[in-house]
């Protein structure tokens, strides 16, 4: 799910705001990046 979509139901009004809440190791953040297929050759 996007971020804006969270954002809608979270009623946060900024990204920056937002990202405050979700506290992400980088680790998990690779795994997510790598997961979406973006960058799978």
Known sequence: M???DIMLFSGH???KE???Y???KGEERAEH???K???NI
Do not use: C, D, L, N
Request: proline fraction near 0%.
């Open 13 to 15: 009004k900024t990204e």
């Open 33 to 35: 990046i790598v997961g």
């Open 18 to 20: 937002f990202y405050k």
């Open 22 to 24: 979700i506290r992400i």
């Open 37 to 39: 297929g973006f960058f």
């Open 2 to 4: 996007s971020v804006f």
